[in-house]
């Protein structure tokens, strides 16, 4: 290995091993993709606190190749100390719930797909919220990731601190790491893309694209299926205002022009009708009777009252019976908000549904900042006024 390479490697084995004593009253753990950078990155993390070992999470999800799992074995007959996690939910159960595609402006699949399955870990070791966990990520140094991050800073969409130590690492630094220092294998999904990619990616390339139509065809149809079937067959690309060239079904979905949409105000549909009563009291009623769950009331339990399709709100500020109403029309079930309150916010993963239990009226999800259905719900529920 190069002179300077070696220097870079011991630089960051000796910040490891300076941070590496703060962190155990915390959970720290390494977001393991399977691909070559957490590779790099718990090589060296294992070789800064030996005999100690992180926990090397990687969250299988229904679309992640199988192969990934072999790897994480052959990792594990090697002395890593790999574990596979699962999300809360999949891709498909999540748009057969009414999620939207992903777009780049907010994607929701790292924490939907790879979040709850480490936030899960957290909630089961004991943690009493993300903040406990410490996440290291093997993200190295492409101009885009040294402008938006730090060697250490808050993941904020898992509300979860992170090092992130291979900054100032290539791409070919990282592989003369893997293979010159620690002779490791690298992923044998390298053999075919650039990338441990999930089958479908929104951030797509034309190689990976047609490895993943092959070798799963079913699994694309469904993916590009989804996403015509929301711009297309419901008539919403005709009613955007967007030139005639970007409303082919070859620009949006075989060249990918999906991940520009940008949310209309067609996608807005009627959830609940407000009225501001005499009396000071707010009256919602909710379309379907089927989108009323009064798990989400408990933060302002004793102030409210359900009668029908209809809820009733006393003593509650309008902004945060607004916000209430708000997360239960457009209710996902999906679990992500346990984020916010670990003692009392859990996904049941039999029935594969949020539970709300002991709430102690803290305040603190008062707000829509980590409400995936809210802000991903592709045909989002409003409130309208009397
Ligand atoms: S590979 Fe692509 S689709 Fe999969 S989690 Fe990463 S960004 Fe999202
Ligand atoms: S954050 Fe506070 S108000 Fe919200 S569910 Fe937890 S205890 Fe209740
Ligand atoms: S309230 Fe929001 S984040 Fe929580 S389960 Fe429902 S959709 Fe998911």
Not at 195 to 207: E, K, P
Not at 253 to 281: D, P
Request: proline fraction near 4%; charged fraction near 25%.
């Amino acid at each position: 290995m190069r002179k300077t390479l070696t220097t870079k490697v011991k630089n960051t084995i000796a910040l490891i091993r300076e941070i590496y004593p703060k962190l155990k009253d915390g959970y720290p753990f390494i977001a393991f993709s399977t691909g070559k950078d957490s590779l790099a990155m718990a090589a060296m993390i294992y070789e800064a606190i030996a005999p100690d070992k992180l926990p090397c999470l990687y969250v299988h999800h229904n679309f992640e190749f199988p192969e990934n799992l072999d790897y994480l074995a052959e990792l594990k007959d090697r002395g890593f100390a790999a574990e596979a996690l699962n999300p809360f939910l999949e891709y498909f159960e999540l748009t057969d719930r009414g999620i939207g595609f992903l777009t780049l402006t907010d994607p929701w699949c790292v924490p939907m797909l790879v979040g709850t399955g480490l936030l899960d870990w957290l909630q089961r070791k004991g943690a009493r919220g993300p903040r406990e966990g410490i996440m290291f990520r093997g993200m190295s140094g492409s101009e885009y990731s040294r402008k938006f991050h730090t060697g250490s800073e808050l993941y904020c969409r898992l509300d979860l601190p992170c090092f992130n130590p291979l900054l100032e690492f290539t791409k070919e630094e990282i592989i003369e790491i893997i293979k010159d220092r620690y002779g490791l294998p690298l992923n044998p999904v390298y053999k075919n893309m650039e990338r441990t990619y999930c089958i479908c990616c929104y951030t797509s390339d034309r190689r990976r694209q047609t490895y993943s139509g092959q070798r799963y065809p079913q699994v694309c149809e469904q993916y590009y299926g989804h996403i015509e079937k929301l711009l297309f067959d419901s008539g919403l690309i005709e009613k955007s205002n967007l030139a005639p060239e970007h409303k082919t079904r070859e620009e949006k979905l075989q060249r990918h022009g999906f991940i520009y949409w940008r949310r209309q105000k067609t996608q807005n549909v009627i959830g609940a009708v407000k009225c501001r009563l005499s009396s000071g009291a707010l009256l919602y009623h909710i379309r379907e009777s089927d989108w009323i769950a009064t798990k989400h009331l408990q933060p302002v339990d004793g102030k409210w009252v359900r009668a029908g399709n209809e809820i009733r709100f006393w003593d509650v500020q309008e902004k945060i019976a607004d916000t209430l109403i708000k997360r239960m029309i457009n209710c996902l079930d999906c679990g992500f908000c346990m984020v916010e309150c670990f003692p009392c916010r859990q996904f049941d993963r039999t029935t594969k549904q949020l539970r709300i239990a002991g709430c102690i009226q803290c305040g603190k999800c008062l707000r829509l900042k980590f409400c995936m259905g809210w802000r991903h719900r592709f045909w989002r529920r409003v409130i309208v006024e009397n």
